[in-house]
C-alpha cells in the first residue's frame, strides 16, 4: 500500500498538488465543505475519485472537534457582547438540526437519518451541521463519525456525479 502511495505521488506535477491541497482545504471550511470543494476540484482539472478522498477526508479531519467542542464553545460564547449573536446563530442551527433529525427518525432510526441529512446536498445539511446535531442529541461518537463519512461521500458522489454531467452536457450543448 505504502508503496503504491508513493508512486502515486511521484507522479503527481507540483501543479497537481497545489489543486489537490486546494481542494482539500476547501472541503474543510464550513458551508463549503465538500459540496463546494468537488465542483472546484474538477474545474481545476483534477480527476473524480481522487479528489472525492481527498475532499472527503478534507471535510471529516473537523468532525471530531466539532463534536467535542463546538456545542462547549457556542454555549459559552451566546451571551458574549460582540460574538454572541453569531454564536447563538449556530447554536439554535445547531439544535434545530438536532430536532430534525430526532422527528425524522426517532431514536432508532437516527444514524440512518443523519446518513441522509448529511448525504443529500441540499444547503445546511452537511457534515459541519450534522455533526453539531448529533451532538446535540448526545448520539455516540462512533455512529455519528460513520454516518457523517458514508453521508459525505454519498453528497461528493451526488454532486460530483451532477457537476461533471451537468459541465459535460453544457459543453456538448456549447461546442
Request: proline residues 4%.
Amino acid at each position: 500500500m505504502t508503496e503504491w502511495l508513493s508512486q502515486v505521488i511521484a507522479q503527481l506535477t507540483q501543479n497537481e498538488i497545489v489543486k489537490y491541497v486546494i481542494a482539500f482545504f476547501l472541503s474543510m471550511v464550513p458551508i463549503i465543505e465538500l459540496r463546494g470543494a468537488m465542483p472546484v476540484a474538477t474545474t481545476m482539472g483534477l480527476d473524480f475519485f481522487p479528489a472525492l478522498i481527498i475532499c472527503v477526508i478534507g471535510n471529516m479531519l473537523p468532525v471530531p472537534i466539532i463534536y467535542f467542542f463546538a456545542r462547549k464553545v457556542l454555549i459559552w460564547g451566546a451571551d458574549k457582547r460582540f460574538i454572541g449573536k453569531i454564536f447563538r446563530f449556530f447554536l439554535e442551527k445547531g439544535e434545530k438540526a438536532g430536532r430534525k433529525l430526532q422527528k425524522a427518525a426517532g431514536r432508532r432510526g437516527l444514524f440512518f437519518a443523519l446518513l441522509l441529512f448529511v448525504g443529500i446536498p441540499i444547503p445546511g445539511t452537511g457534515a459541519w451541521t450534522g455533526t453539531l446535531g448529533a451532538s446535540f442529541l448526545n448520539m455516540g461518537f462512533k455512529s455519528t463519525v460513520v454516518a457523517v463519512c458514508l453521508g459525505v461521500i454519498m453528497a461528493g458522489i451526488i454532486v460530483g456525479v451532477t457537476y461533471t454531467g451537468a459541465f459535460s452536457l453544457i459543453k456538448e450543448l456549447l461546442v
